[in-house]
Structure formats: structure tokens, C-alpha cells
């Protein structure tokens, strides 16, 4: 790229830098990102304004070319990778702000099982649909999932699998929750490549999750759905 053609992100107006944003986003291009950022934040925007109509709109095209297979993992990878650029400046502010949470999710793959790249595209995605995610890692006993729900009281569980062999511990899992009355309080969702929707629907699990752009959309319904429901119950009460 010649000289002359280079792109100097503070000289453009809030609409193209945004724009571009998405575009550097798209690319995985993280320091341009985090530049991009700090400019926003220098002209006032609010940092929840930022996370939404620039990252998350970002991430959101990226979500859906990764579904109808324009992505592959190395890109969007690399988006999240940038994305988390952005969010690592916006956090600290996001926090002080109180700005609205999409919702909470803890994930984490299970027992016996080390495979980490679709659940780390799935927390990474999460988060850059506003969602607050805890990652638990790899090889998860139902202890660790369970004492992670009783600390962080997260709207959704996600669990991964890679193994066949691995695939049954999410039944122990969620019949665990079920036991200990409390599989209601959470969304559960489940995802890996030897899982299908039967299988899902089989051990009891809300829904099965086909990569992670179908995770986010599925999170974002299931989340609102809950939040309805609540919102009617609160109704029925006062009135």
C-alpha cells in the first residue's frame, strides 16, 4: 500500500471511523483497533457505545460469515483476537459505567476432555455480543462447573466436548443440576463437533450449539426469553 493511501484513523469522521473499524475488525487487526478506540473515547463517546455500535456490530458480521462458511477459525480468530484489544481498554470503563450486560455464561470443557479452540471462539464471541463470560478451561468435573455457578450466579452453563468418549459427562453434569433442584436457574447449553441436536435434547441440555455465531444468536434468544418470563412473573406478582 503506497504511502499516500494510508488511512490516518483520526482524521475521519465518527460514521467512517466506525465503519472502518468493522472493516480492521473483519481483518483482525488489533493495534488499529485499539487506536480506533481511544480516538471514540477521546471524543466523548461512552464506552457502551463503542462495545455496540462499533465492536459488537463487527463481531456480528463476522459471526454470520463464520456461519455461512466465508470464515474459517484462523480469521475469526483473529477478530477475536483484535475485539479483545478493543474490549481490554473499554472493560475497566464498562465497569465503572455499569453499563448493561447482555447476560453471564460460565464455560468450560468437561472432564477428561483438553480440546479448547471451539470454546474459546464461543467465549470470545460471547463477549463480543456484550456478554459477561468466566472460562473454566478444559477438563471440568462437576464440581468446578457447579462452584462456579454458586459464585458467579451466570444466566447460562456452556459446555464443550471434542471426544465421543467425553460427550456423556454433560448428562452427569446437568442430572447433577437436576438432583440438586437448581437445573431451572440456567440456561445449558452444549456444543462440540461429535455432539448433534439429539444428543443435546437426549441429556437435557436447552440447546445444542453448532459452532459459535450459532452459540451467540442462541444465547441472545434464550437470554431474552428468560428475561420475559421474569419480567411477567415480577408483573403477576404486583398485580
Not at 479452540?117 to 464461543?122: A, E, R
Request: aromatic share 6%; net charge negative.
Amino acid at each position: 500500500m503506497a504511502d499516500d493511501d494510508e488511512i490516518i484513523l483520526s482524521e475521519l469522521e465518527d460514521d467512517d471511523l466506525v465503519q472502518q473499524m468493522m472493516d480492521d475488525l473483519y481483518d483482525g487487526m488489533k493495534a488499529e483497533i485499539e487506536e480506533s478506540v481511544n480516538i471514540l473515547l477521546e471524543r466523548g463517546w461512552t464506552p457502551y457505545d463503542i462495545l455496540t455500535k462499533a465492536l459488537v456490530a463487527g463481531m456480528t458480521i463476522v459471526g454470520h460469515d463464520f456461519r455461512d462458511g466465508i470464515l474459517f477459525v484462523p480469521e475469526v480468530l483473529l477478530a477475536a483476537n483484535a475485539m479483545k484489544g478493543g474490549m481490554a481498554i473499554l472493560k475497566p470503563l464498562l465497569t465503572e459505567t455499569g453499563a448493561p450486560k447482555m447476560g453471564k455464561m460460565v464455560i468450560g470443557t468437561v472432564k477428561g476432555d483438553i480440546h479448547d479452540i471451539g470454546k474459546n471462539l464461543v467465549g470470545m464471541m460471547m463477549e463480543g455480543a456484550g456478554f459477561e463470560v468466566i472460562d473454566l478451561g478444559i477438563n471440568n468435573a462437576v464440581e468446578s462447573y457447579l462452584e462456579a455457578m454458586e459464585a458467579e450466579q451466570p444466566d447460562i452453563l456452556g459446555m464443550s466436548a471434542l471426544l465421543t468418549t467425553t460427550m456423556p459427562y454433560m448428562k452427569v453434569v446437568i442430572d447433577t443440576l437436576v438432583e440438586k433442584g437448581i437445573r431451572d436457574d440456567y440456561i445449558v447449553l452444549v456444543g462440540g463437533a461429535p455432539l448433534n441436536e439429539e444428543f443435546g435434547r437426549a441429556i437435557g441440555a436447552d440447546a445444542y450449539c453448532r459452532d459459535a455465531a450459532v452459540a451467540v444468536e442462541t444465547a441472545k434468544e434464550w437470554v431474552a426469553r428468560k428475561h420475559n418470563r421474569m419480567a411477567g412473573m415480577q408483573q403477576a406478582a404486583a398485580g
